[in-house]
């Protein structure tokens, strides 16, 4: 099936008002991965709550310091690599 015709069936939404960059880092890690798209849902909806932990906490998932982010603000900007521990 092609990402738009999984979208088309079952559309992403973020689970929140401050997850949109976690979300689309969530999607693009799919994309990537394997090119198969998440499936919506609440499986989603915690990897992408769980991500945006990751893209505020004060380090990165390989360990490295990051400044603190509050996460009311939403997904600060250019952390997209604290998801992969590459």
């Known amino acids: 099936m092609t990402w738009s015709a999984a ?5 992403l939404r973020q689970p929140d ?3 949109c960059g976690a979300a689309v880092a969530v999607a693009a890690a799919a994309l990537h991965r394997d090119g198969v798209p998440p ?3 609440r ?3 915690a990897e992408v709550l769980r991500t945006h932990r ?3 906490a004060t380090r990165d998932v ?3 310091a990051q400044l603190p982010w509050p996460a009311a603000l939403g997904t600060p900007r250019g ?3 604290a998801t ?3």
Request: glycine letters at 8%; proline letters at 8%; hydrophobic letters at 40%.
């Open 79 to 81: 952390r997209w690599r």
């Open 54 to 56: 990751l893209l505020t």
């Open 7 to 11: 979208l088309r069936a079952a559309p």
């Open 62 to 64: 390989r360990g490295a």
């Open 17 to 19: 008002q401050q997850s």
């Open 84 to 86: 992969s521990p590459q």
């Open 43 to 45: 499986a989603f909806d």
């Open 39 to 41: 499936r919506a849902g």
